[in-house]
């Protein structure tokens, strides 16, 4: 009696492991032959803080990959062309986007004067036109090598021949007389937190006006990273390093051409990538964690799981934001925000609180259906614009857009010190080098 009831459990079994096979082969195998790999990282003339190339998975069949096919569907190896060379890298394993493709990233710490060779695999099979070689010297972030033909750096890393956004923003600026500015900006907006920049010979000189001026540090590296890249115009200007843009002149009245890491439709600001943009790209696989390159691993949840609520953590920078916190105590089930750190405007604490800072990923937990569709297309349009490649090319097009409408020569101004190149003294660049000795002014 019991061999019919063992026989209807083995055919249970057999047909459920026979179910589970028919999933788990539903998915095509990653074809290692077919599957691409592309990125400025695998050319040794693009040099970034990190280096980065994607890799698109796809089927044996031609179809790329829609889904992760796991995290460890491809392998790479980073070597130095020489064994007489030992050169510090860091090299993550790729990043798994969870739509086919992956990111890998690697960060030089020497320069690898006769070139890498950079392997990637599937199932121990070359991947595309694996190996890759790179043929030296391929420089490390803070090797003092700028290309002196900047056309020649932008077609190498690919700058768009134009930027709307750089377009519109100078259309109130057809000419700029630095001497009248010398004049108004600190008259206007001498106490709300200005550098004024100046770039001569490719050598970066600043000053600043304002209480609140350590977000310098921001734009000194970018300037620096930029200029050790390539040969930057002569040029001068002032960047407004608080959060909120200065310029509310009306081309009527001759706006000044202020440079801000944030604009609006009803100011004249010229403006540039932000400065957490900034540090991500600088500080990518070092500095910080939540980079513009590595959170890209990071989908957030399901959306069957995200909250129905808008939600906002900051601190105190400005009182919209204090109005904002008094909304949400108003209708919480519509808002959470909270104000994570007091400072400009320390007596209103005791009446809104303080709230705890939030993981960058938690902010994730969004809106639902118009959200989703948002995000995609956000998700696309920042994969695609806010790469470091990217972030250098705007940084250069507004510096050459101003130099261009300067209609007197720039000057190294009263007050204003020499903004030094780092010293590395772990490696050699083998390369033009910059003597690091200030200037008498």
């Given at each position: 009696m019991q061999r019919p009831r063992f026989f209807w459990v083995l055919s249970v079994w057999l047909l459920f492991m026979v179910s589970l096979c028919k999933c788990e082969t539903g998915k095509e195998e990653v074809s290692a032959a077919k599957s691409l790999v592309w990125g400025p990282g695998l050319r040794a003339d693009?040099?970034?803080?990190?280096?980065?190339?994607?890799?698109?998975?796809?089927?044996?069949?031609?179809?790329?990959?829609?889904?992760?096919?796991?995290?460890n569907t491809f392998h790479v190896t980073i070597k130095v062309l020489s064994s007489r060379e030992h050169v510090r890298r860091y090299v993550p394993a790729p990043l798994d986007r969870n739509d086919g493709t992956f990111l890998m990233r690697y960060r030089m710490y020497g320069t690898a004067i006769e070139g890498l060779k950079i392997e990637v695999f599937h199932q121990g099979q070359h991947v595309g036109q694996s190996p890759y070689i790179l043929k030296g010297p391929v420089y490390h972030e803070y090797c003092y090598c700028p290309e002196e033909e900047p056309q020649t750096w932008k077609d190498t890393v690919s700058c768009p021949v134009k930027e709307e956004q750089i377009s519109s923003d100078f259309t109130n600026f057809p000419s700029i007389d630095l001497t009248l500015l010398l004049e108004q900006v600190p008259n206007r907006f001498g106490d709300r937190g200005i550098v004024h920049y100046t770039i001569l010979n490719n050598q970066i000189y600043r000053r600043t006006m304002g209480r609140y001026t350590d977000f310098k540090m921001f734009s000194d590296e970018m300037l620096l990273s930029l200029a050790r890249k390539v040969r930057l115009p002569n040029v001068e200007f002032y960047i407004n390093v608080g959060d909120w843009p200065l310029e509310t002149r009306q081309m009527k009245d001759n706006p000044l051409p202020i440079i801000s890491w944030c604009g609006s439709e009803d100011t004249a600001d010229i403006v540039l990538p932000t400065y957490d943009i900034t540090r991500s790209t600088l500080e990518t696989l070092r500095g910080v964690t939540n980079d513009l390159l590595s959170i890209q691993g990071q989908t957030g949840p399901a959306w069957y799981n995200k909250t129905e609520q808008a939600f906002w953590r900051g601190r105190d920078s400005r009182e919209e934001r204090l109005k904002l916190v008094r909304i949400s105590r108003n209708n919480p089930e519509l808002l959470d925000a909270g104000i994570t750190a007091y400072f400009f405007f320390r007596e209103e604490e005791k009446d809104l609180g303080k709230a705890q800072l939030i993981s960058f990923f938690d902010f994730f937990k969004d809106n639902d259906a118009e959200a989703q569709e948002i995000a995609r297309s956000g998700q696309a349009l920042a994969r695609e614009l806010l790469q470091p490649s990217s972030l250098y090319c705007y940084y250069y097009i507004v510096l050459q857009e101003y130099a261009t409408r300067q209609?007197?020569?720039?000057?190294?101004?009263?007050?204003?010190?020499h903004v030094l190149q780092p010293t590395d003294h772990e490696s050699i660049c083998n390369c033009k080098s910059v003597a690091n000795i200030k200037e008498e002014l």
């Open positions: 693009v040099v970034l803080p990190v280096r980065y190339f994607y890799i698109q998975a796809i089927t044996s069949t031609g179809e790329n990959v829609t889904y992760s096919p796991g995290s209609i007197t020569e720039p000057e190294i101004r009263e007050g204003m010190e």
